[in-house]
């Protein structure tokens, strides 16, 4: 990620499934809403109640975290759009951060708790935008803060938390989406100075998008300035 947004029809190409089936955001607004985007990537939100089901629709490969578990049925579907057979049913641990292959199916809630699942999905096809010069990792830094979940050539499915008070070291990060678990402020030192604090007031249920080339997100340390804990995910990008 991490570079100019492609033409519109870039991006209509790359959903142009086999299937002939739209996207979940598409096909499914009620269940499926966009919290945050980058060039090149959105940060979706999925909640489905008890004995909802959504419509038919596909995906690219996408990495998830599950917020809220429960039971679902998921009917796959083949590449003319056609189901493959019956559902199966798949029990959902909250907490889980599951990496998903590209592929259609409907999803169905059979279940007694409302589901909600965040994901990062792939929205246009860009071209790395090159290494951090000496990159200091926050799971490296600050392990006791940011725990690696799942990750696989394009993504880190990543997690921060830090009780009310706590500070990280100063580290890097490249183009991120985050969304906010828990918390109520967190204070930005950028470049790591420390005599300009930047609070951000944030709440739980919320997307904010993370590029790199806006100096807050590139380089900082943070401290938890609120008056609860903070957990937040994060997808980064390893492009």
Same mark, same amino acid.
């Given at each position: 990620?991490?570079?100019?947004?492609?033409?519109?029809? #870039?991006?209509?190409?790359?959903?142009?499934?086999?299937?002939?089936?739209?996207?979940?955001?598409?096909?499914?607004? #009620?269940?499926?809403?966009?919290?945050?985007? *980058?060039?090149?990537?959105?940060?979706?939100?999925?909640?489905?109640?008890?004995?909802?089901?959504?419509?038919?629709?596909?995906?690219?490969?996408?990495?998830?975290?599950?917020?809220?578990?429960?039971?679902?049925?998921?009917?796959?579907?083949?590449?003319?759009?056609?189901?493959?057979? @019956?559902?199966?049913?798949?029990? !959902?641990?909250?907490?889980?951060?599951?990496?998903?292959?590209?592929?259609?199916?409907?999803?169905?809630?059979?279940? @007694?708790?409302?589901?909600?699942? %965040?994901?990062? @999905?792939?929205? !246009?096809?860009?071209?790395?935008?090159?290494? &951090?010069?000496?990159?200091?990792?926050?799971?490296?830094? =600050?392990?006791?803060?940011?725990?690696?979940?799942? #990750?696989?050539?394009?993504?880190?499915?990543?997690?921060? $938390?830090?009780?009310?008070?706590?500070?990280?070291? &100063?580290?890097?990060?490249?183009?991120?989406? %985050?969304?906010? *678990?828990?918390?109520?402020?967190?204070? %930005?030192?950028?470049?790591?100075?420390?005599?300009?604090?930047?609070?951000?007031?944030?709440?739980?249920? $919320?997307?904010?998008?993370?590029?790199?080339? =806006?100096?807050?997100? =590139?380089?900082?340390?943070?401290?938890?300035?609120?008056? &609860?804990?903070?957990?937040?995910?994060?997808?980064?990008?390893?492009?």
């Amino acid at each position: 990620m991490g570079c100019a947004a492609s033409s519109s029809k #870039e991006a209509k190409k790359l959903f142009d499934f086999k299937s002939g089936l739209l996207d979940c955001c598409a096909t499914c607004p #009620e269940q499926y809403k966009v919290v945050a985007e *980058l060039p090149g990537a959105r940060l979706i939100e999925m909640t489905l109640k008890p004995g909802e089901e959504d419509k038919p629709h596909d995906h690219p490969a996408h990495s998830m975290f599950v917020a809220q578990g429960g039971k679902l049925c998921i009917t796959d579907y083949d590449e003319t759009g056609k189901p493959k057979g @019956e559902g199966h049913e798949v029990e !959902l641990p909250s907490g889980a951060p599951p990496i998903m292959p590209p592929g259609p199916h409907q999803v169905k809630n059979v279940g @007694e708790t409302t589901v909600k699942v %965040i994901f990062v @999905e792939p929205t !246009l096809m860009c071209q790395p935008c090159g290494d &951090v010069g000496e990159y200091i990792s926050p799971f490296k830094v =600050a392990p006791e803060c940011y725990k690696i979940l799942a #990750e696989d050539d394009m993504w880190i499915t990543g997690m921060l $938390t830090m009780e009310v008070g706590g500070k990280d070291p &100063v580290h890097h990060h490249k183009d991120h989406l %985050i969304y906010v *678990l828990e918390g109520d402020e967190v204070t %930005i030192y950028v470049d790591g100075d420390e005599s300009k604090p930047m609070a951000v007031p944030i709440k739980p249920d $919320t997307g904010i998008p993370a590029p790199m080339s =806006a100096p807050p997100f =590139a380089k900082h340390f943070l401290k938890n300035s609120g008056t &609860v804990p903070l957990k937040m995910l994060f997808f980064e990008t390893k492009m």
